[in-house]
């Protein structure tokens, strides 16, 4: 049987490479004299989009040569992480599993990301905060695994280190797209580490000076280990994580926050979200506005996807 190629891979999936580089506004980027360009991962594909297809890739790469018969992951009731890879698996025929946070929530009516889920015959179990908590226990993912009769087990997020080479080809597609071009600073929100970890572990041959992860999260020092322990070696010092714009803590928001995404969406086709991309820009241009991006900067923003979050507007939680 012949091994399909990556090139296949990106056909058979309907994959858009390279995502758009494109000269965008914020709010007080044109008065400060900051020139904006976003990378649009979010074009990717409109169900595996952004860093999710990055952090995929070479594992879906090498599924064609050979493939498991049955898959799990890990994520929440509005996983992006889920939600790409089940679609993944059922365009690849692979049987998926996603290990979903919150027991009680099997009694509940299913979010629209774990409905999509189920529409693409994947199954769901559920499990409790303590077992949850478990996740990177190798012991307690081959228990998974034997109950499950699972064969391959994928990090929560697609966080592995097959995940660094596919972020990493950002580098590349900037330089074709724009080989004029010397960025300042790039920014990109931060949860896990890996997109991270993708972009500063090549970043000495780059047009990117600085990279800046906006934590999505509350996670000071946390998210720099986790980034840490993805580079090992590589360690590099033109990379530091912002913790002021978590709006409250991961899938938490403000009103605010709220507002900034409703009115720039409505004023532009780039579409943002309050969970990942909205942090970032908001981020952005807060740090445009107080002078942390100094006037005359050229900054790049990673738009890493996750646009179906927007469906879950209305059970994000607003930060006091």
Same mark, same amino acid.
């Given at each position: 049987m012949r091994v399909k190629t990556e090139s296949e891979l990106l056909t058979d999936l309907a994959i858009n490479l390279p995502s758009p580089l494109e000269q965008i506004s914020l709010p007080d980027s044109a008065a400060k004299?900051?020139?904006?360009?976003?990378?649009?991962?979010?074009?990717?594909?409109?169900?595996?989009?952004?860093?999710?297809?990055?952090?995929?890739?070479?594992?879906?790469?090498?599924?064609?040569?050979?493939?498991?018969?049955?898959?799990?992951?890990?994520?929440?009731?509005? #996983?992006?992480?889920?939600?790409? *890879?089940? =679609?993944?698996? !059922?365009? &690849?025929?692979? /049987?998926?599993? +996603?290990?979903?946070? %919150?027991?009680?929530?099997?009694?509940?009516?299913?979010?629209p990301t774990l409905q999509d889920i189920c529409h693409w015959q994947g199954q769901l179990h559920f499990v409790n905060k303590t077992d949850y908590q478990r996740r990177?226990?190798?012991?307690?993912?081959?228990?998974?695994?034997?109950?499950?009769?699972?064969?391959?087990?994928?990090?929560?997020?697609?966080?592995?280190?097959?995940?660094?080479?596919?972020?990493?080809?950002?580098?590349?597609?900037? #330089?074709?797209?724009?080989?004029? *071009?010397? =960025?300042?600073? !790039?920014? &990109?929100?931060? /949860?896990?580490? +890996?997109?991270?970890? %993708?972009?500063?572990n090549k970043h000495q041959a780059t047009s990117i000076n600085t990279f800046v992860g906006v934590a999505v999260l509350k996670g000071k020092s946390y998210l720099e280990e986790l980034v840490g322990q993805f580079l090992g070696q590589e360690q590099h010092t033109r990379w530091h994580i912002e913790h002021e714009y978590h709006h409250g803590g991961y899938a938490k928001t403000s009103a605010d926050l709220l507002a900034f995404c409703e009115h720039y969406n409505a004023n532009n086709s780039l579409q943002i979200e309050p969970v990942y991309s909205g942090k970032c820009f908001w981020?952005?241009?807060?740090?445009?506005?107080?002078?942390?991006?100094?006037?005359?900067?050229?900054?790049?923003?990673?738009?890493?996807?996750?646009?179906?979050?927007?469906?879950a507007h209305k059970r994000i939680n607003v930060s006091k």
């Open positions: 004299g900051v020139e904006v360009w976003c990378k649009r991962d979010d074009l990717i594909h409109p169900i595996i989009s952004g860093n999710k297809w990055r952090k995929l890739q070479q594992t879906l790469v090498s599924w064609y040569s050979s493939p498991p018969s049955h898959v799990i992951s890990f994520g929440g009731p509005y #996983s992006n992480h889920l939600h790409a *890879l089940a =679609f993944c698996c !059922a365009q &690849l025929g692979i /049987a998926f599993t +996603a290990v979903v946070r %919150g027991k009680y929530l099997q009694h509940q009516v299913l979010s990177t226990d190798p012991a307690y993912i081959d228990e998974l695994k034997n109950y499950l009769q699972a064969d391959l087990c994928i990090p929560e997020g697609g966080s592995q280190s097959a995940a660094l080479q596919g972020v990493a080809e950002i580098h590349k597609e900037v #330089s074709y797209q724009q080989p004029e *071009l010397m =960025f300042d600073l !790039a920014l &990109l929100p931060v /949860a896990s580490g +890996a997109s991270l970890a %993708g972009l500063v981020a952005a241009n807060d740090m445009i506005k107080t002078g942390k991006i100094r006037p005359g900067s050229r900054v790049l923003l990673l738009h890493t996807g996750g646009l179906q979050g927007n469906r």
